[in-house]
DNA sequence: TATGAATGAGATTTCATTCAT
DNA sequence: TATGAATGAAATCTCATTCAT
């Protein structure tokens, strides 16, 4: 009887964590959308609280404060793009393709609208605290991409360069995404994902002919 | 004495009004760099204010308020960048060099530290009335771009796809710039520009090999 | 079944009030802390609940609310203070000793940190119809002290003089020990007790010299 | 000409410095009757402000904020306290009278309803960086009022003892006044400032008989 | 008896803006 | 042209309290 009475107490704190982690993760998706679609200076926690169905006051319970709501949606952000990284740099072949994949999913993960996404832009309006972590997962996930670049150069895939430019480039022509996209436009996200993984990707690769004609004339 | 008076006050006037034309301008400049530096939000009219030498006050008496300052900005940005690409448009040549020109002096206006900008993005935080108009002198510049990339393609020199997916990857690389660009870093804005523009013009270059390989593997 | 049903209830329903009552003089002990410590405003419900080890919510279950704990402590209090009262009243000999031994368990009252105390300050706090009580109680105390003063006085054992205002700069020498001090200084509880009854005492005994050398300069 | 418009702003500037700072004066006063009378956290900025008949958010162009009120009440107050202290120390004579001139002054100075006061107490309600400044003042007042009892304990006038914990129940003695003290009462502000003295000074008084009879029975 | 979740009321504070001078 | 003073509205956040379990 004791033990039952054990297991079952046990079984009910686990769920009852379960059921606050899942709704910590519900908010968060939530607040992420309202961050990308408002920013975060403009969306407030009433904002915040409506899209996830919660009076603002409860959004304390889950949550220290809006700084920490924004902190875990990057966390959670650069944590899927840096889950993806990882399996891009394990994958085998040119490089070229893995950095497609890697960029589709990029732009997929920013358009999501049940994980809502694209938090880990606006670092800058974090608390130095919080910022110094998601700054150091942001720039792991540059420096993962630089290092693909690399690869990509040394094998002759892709172009000559300085490629911190140029993985940063490839990355606004990403990011940027979250800017303009409409849900009700032409375009699916998976479609627009590819097309921009396309762009992104093509302005890596080794150009063709004289370099000369891309100069500019002025 | 009258005419004289008249005179006096009619030259000062004009004095006064070309005065307080340049210091419009400053005043824009110096609300530019501060939005691009923090956002429409986050920057507060005292900052502002800072920035231009003035009083937050006094700021009211050469704008309407917030929103007209943000308004004016991008009306400038706007206008230096259909400037450049009216320009890129009227050269003869190839559309590559054109569109690289034009690349560039986007993306210097958008370092420039004495003309400041960026304001260009945030167009949301504007008033409908307001927002209308710079989404037309936006819309207007994006288009334009488009059709120098339609020509592009007609002529072969770019890549076929989704001209205005292309169009908006193509800005989102440069635009990103204002994100991370910082003057301590090891280039000067001028060599940013070149080095995202060599970039963002290959992204919409002609595809030479199969496209097979730009594939996505996932 | 039934009666040895009935039987056991009727036990398990005295050990619970019991247990209940226990339980409630642990949180007003625990609370009477908080409040000597934080002052009633500053302190929250969760640092009673804490101090009490108990969930917020569950304080509930043993007080109406904030305001009835703290009804509670001084209620308490001033019974405690009531009852010292009684005891130097119904002494005989001479005034002095009752007051310092009054004084003593006065401040011993305050300084107490397992029946904690110094509650009966902040009656301000309470809303109208819990703080009459308190107030007639506080009285009580007070005028029970103004009556042993009269005595002293007319033995000759005390000064002539305004005997409520010298009751309570009286108090207050006491009550303001809560203020200043500190478990970690030099004197243990009861020393400083003494010490501070010995003061306070002092300041109602008959002057022997000339009351002139009493009055200010200015 | 230039001269006199310079010294025109230049006064101008002065008035406008002045007025400025009579402003806050005004508020500090009027904010340390409503913390004397409500306690820090009990008063809301709602009340301070209509108590200086100002909106809140006018508060804060004078102020950085709650805390910062409070620390200049009490700052203000520790001044009038120390300049008091300072002519005790330097004047001739007996001790005791000395002290009794102090005493009123300090009593006074809490009761004071045009320059408020009673704020030096809650220094715990500032935070650290304030507190630190505010405590030096406060110990240097402490300190000042024992090295007085000192004086006269050399001279024979007071009693042997502990010099510190007396000087703390003395000052409690006149603390306490501001508790209890209602100005409809029966006594004038100087009648009890000059009653608690008499009072408070007895008790630091050497003791004429046998310290015996003082020292409580239980 | 116990508590996580939830909330309305209210606190302090910020901010764009206006006004008197 | 310039600014200190003033303010209404709103933002973030706290807190005592309630409720479902």
Redesign the pocket.
């Given at each position: 009887m004791v033990r039952s009475s054990n297991a079952r107490s046990a079984a009910g704190a686990s769920r009852?964590?379960r059921?606050?982690d899942l709704?910590r993760v519900e908010i968060l998706r939530a607040a992420a959308r309202v961050f990308r679609d408002r920013g975060f200076?403009a969306?407030?926690?009433?904002?915040?609280?409506d899209a996830a169905?919660?009076?603002?006051?409860?959004?304390?319970?889950?949550f220290?404060?809006?700084?920490?709501?924004l902190y875990f949606c990057q966390d959670r952000s650069l944590d899927r793009l840096n889950g993806a990284l990882a399996e891009a740099r394990t994958t085998r072949g040119p490089v070229g393709p893995r950095l497609h994949g890697l960029a589709v999913r990029h732009v997929l993960c920013l358009l999501d609208d049940v994980e809502g996404s694209a938090a880990h832009l606006e670092v800058d309006a974090l608390p130095p605290r919080l910022r110094r972590t998601i700054i150091a997962k942001r720039d792991r996930y540059e420096r993962g991409i630089r290092a693909l670049v690399g690869e990509g150069v040394k094998r002759g895939e892709l172009a000559h360069g300085d490629a911190t430019v140029a993985t940063r480039a490839f990355l606004g022509a990403l990011n940027w995404t979250a800017h303009w996209f409409r849900p009700e436009g032409p375009h699916s996200p998976p479609a627009v994902a590819r097309l921009v993984a396309d762009y992104a990707v093509a302005g890596l690769a080794a150009r063709p002919r004289s370099p000369r004609a891309q100069r500019s004339l002025s």
């Open positions: 009852v964590r059921r606050n709704r200076n969306a407030g926690m009433r904002e915040i609280a169905d919660l009076s603002p006051a409860n959004l304390y319970h889950y220290r404060g809006k700084d920490e709501i």
